[in-house]
């Protein structure tokens, strides 16, 4: 394959005791990619000799708890221009496509990171597509390598696409989580010791206890990467905001309405929808704020009450009607433009609006219908 490829593609992974997952990994990515890298950090099951079995090139590494210390290793026993980066829990979805995308690549001088479409496993083990998959940057060129002790990022940033290679990862299910649990927080609070005005690490730990339904312990650390990333003395030449700058918005106010903080859920809300104008996720979220509050001042306020709850359906509508963003995804288990339309199905229901309920109860079931394929 690499004799017909202008630029081959290495597979470097970093792998410790994934015994259990590691074949579906290189049962995937056999025959699309010209050398296949591992650096094992340790492993006391078979995951060595299951790698050498696939013909993998095994290397070794003693863990320093630095990610981005054990990738950049496997990095540099790549010999090959392209760098794809896989976890051992994470496999191609489509190899016919990934096919197609991998030629391609091949044939593109490696001047850019490729970012992958990642798709969670749903509770009954199957993909779920019911959420936009996450891009994440994984194809790398010879000269970027990887920064940070744990939630790495290729550095230094330079042009990021995405290149369409559909993966799957079920290192989010319960017991994928036991495992790793505390791991990811230990490391992430040692990183903060050496650099505590680091608004990503804060807002890593969050996700560390978000993802765990750990609202309360989140919204600590969620506020901390906040006021960071919102400085009081911003003027008009404060910096662009990072695309995981919206992450950190969206589950604020998640956090904020679990904990029945609605009023500074809203305000959070008010604030971000001119930064975000375009994500149908934040408009979702801003309008469960605003329905809860109007909820709970039915009976103190009802005049605001009826504002919040028209503000609301005019919130849901934007959402239903924007459309879904990739560049949007991470924070929402499913589109925001669905969970929107069922919103609005709601209200326009009990409203006797028959004819705007149907309009998007067609919205939900077009969506369905495109998933399904049909």
């Known amino acids: 394959m690499s004799a017909r490829r202008r630029f081959p593609i290495s597979l470097t992974m970093i792998v410790r005791d994934e015994a259990r997952v590691l074949a579906r990994c290189l049962d995937s990515v056999t025959g699309l990619v010209d050398e296949i890298v591992i650096v094992d950090t340790g492993s006391v099951d078979d995951t060595v000799a299951i790698a050498t079995s696939y013909g993998a090139k095994v290397h070794h590494f003693d863990w320093v708890d630095d990610f981005a210390a054990a990738r950049n290793h496997a990095l540099s026993h790549a010999t090959h221009p392209w760098r794809l980066v896989l976890d051992a829990d994470e496999w ?69 696409f995405l290149i369409g290679l559909l993966v799957g990862h079920d290192g989010y ?98 604030l971000e929808a001119s930064a975000w104008p375009e994500s149908s996720d934040l408009f979702y979220v801003f309008g469960l704020a605003a329905r809860r509050l109007a909820l709970s001042l039915r009976a103190s306020d009802p005049a605001r009450a009826e504002d919040l709850a028209l503000a609301a359906t005019g919130l849901w509508t934007r959402a239903a009607e924007l459309g ?17 339309a069922q919103r609005l199905v709601e209200d326009y229901e009990m409203l006797g609006n028959t004819a705007e309920a149907d309009r998007y109860r067609r919205l939900v079931a077009g969506e369905q219908i495109r998933k399904a394929g049909v």
């Open 92 to 160: 191609i979805v489509d190899r016919e496509q990934a096919s197609r995308v991998l030629a391609d690549i091949g044939e593109r001088k490696p001047a850019f990171v490729g970012s992958i479409d990642m798709f969670q496993v749903g509770p009954d083990g199957s993909l779920d597509d019911s959420a936009l998959p996450q891009p994440l940057p994984r194809l790398l060129p010879p000269h970027v390598t990887f920064e940070g002790r744990v939630h790495e990022q290729p550095r230094p940033n330079i042009d990021t």
């Open 173 to 270: 299910r319960d017991e994928a989580k036991a495992r790793k649990e505390g791991r990811n927080a230990d490391l992430l609070i040692a990183a903060l010791e050496e650099d505590p005005g680091n608004a990503y690490l804060w807002y890593q730990l969050a996700a560390e206890f978000f993802v765990r339904g750990m609202q309360s312990e989140a919204l600590v650390y969620l506020t901390q990467a906040y006021n960071l990333l919102h400085p009081a003395e911003a003027g008009p030449d404060a910096p662009l905001q990072a695309p995981w700058w919206h992450r950190v918005s969206m589950r604020l106010i998640l956090a904020l309405i679990d904990q029945d903080r609605l009023e500074e859920a809203v305000q959070v809300g008010e």
């Open 324 to 340: 879904d963003r990739q560049e949007f995804s991470g924070a929402l288990t499913a589109r925001a433009t669905v969970l929107a």
